[in-house]
Structures are given as C-alpha cells and as structure tokens.
C-alpha cells in the first residue's frame, strides 16, 4: 500500500507558476504510475497528467497546452507537477494518485486508481 501526500499549493497571480510535490511512504513507489487530478468548486475531478513508472513517459490532458510537466524522483519516492503560465481556470484543489495496472486507456480515469492523497488547493488569481 501507498499513503501519499501532497504539497505546494498556494495563491498565485495570472502567469505564475507552482510546484507540487507528491510524497509516497511505504513500498514499491516506483512500481505505481502516478497520475495528477484536478477537482475545481462544482465540477467533477478532471485528469491533469500521468507519469508510468520509470518515469520516461508522460501523458496530458489537452488543457495542460505545453504548461505543465509532470516528474519524479523514486529515489526520494517523490512526484512532482511543475505548472507554468498558470490561469484563474486553473484553480482547484490538485490531487496525485497512484495505481500499477494503469494502461494508457484507463489513466484518465480516476476510479481506476488505488490510491490518493489528500489534495492541495491550488488558487489562480487575476
């Protein structure tokens, strides 16, 4: 099992940019693709991005348009989702999750994920 907790949000201006972090206890971290989400107020939680194990590949969502570049670190059972040129539609509360049977045709899927942090709250202001 996976508990996994994220970090980095906060208040940012138009244009700006944040990193959150995703830290993993307990084993196997780089066994799990580690998928990010977003869940803004009234919506549905929406894929950000994914990353597969060995973390040589990436997935995004069209909306991230070259903005965001997911990461990680296994060594340090980290992951990581850079965001760039960031917009008041991208404010939300970010979550990363974690699952191993992640195929390209389901990472865009929350439910098909095992595992989640708890969410940090990411706010775009103008």
């Known amino acids: 099992q996976l508990q996994l907790v994220e970090s980095g949000g906060g208040l940012v201006l138009t244009g700006g940019s944040l990193r959150l972090s995703c830290a993993a206890s307990?084993?196997?971290?780089?066994?799990?693709?580690m998928g990010w989400f977003r869940q803004a107020p009234g919506k549905e939680r929406e894929f950000v991005g994914t990353i597969d194990w060995s973390g040589n590949n990436t997935y995004y969502a069209d909306f991230v348009k070259g903005r965001f570049t997911i990461s990680r670190d296994n060594a340090k059972n980290t992951a990581y989702l850079q965001m760039n040129s960031l917009e008041p539609e991208d404010t939300a509360v970010y979550y990363c999750a974690a699952d191993n049977e992640i195929t390209t045709a389901t990472m865009a899927i929350a439910n098909e994920y095992d595992y989640w942090g708890q969410g940090t709250q990411v706010t775009v202001s103008s």
């Open positions: 307990g084993r196997f971290f780089s066994h799990y693709a």
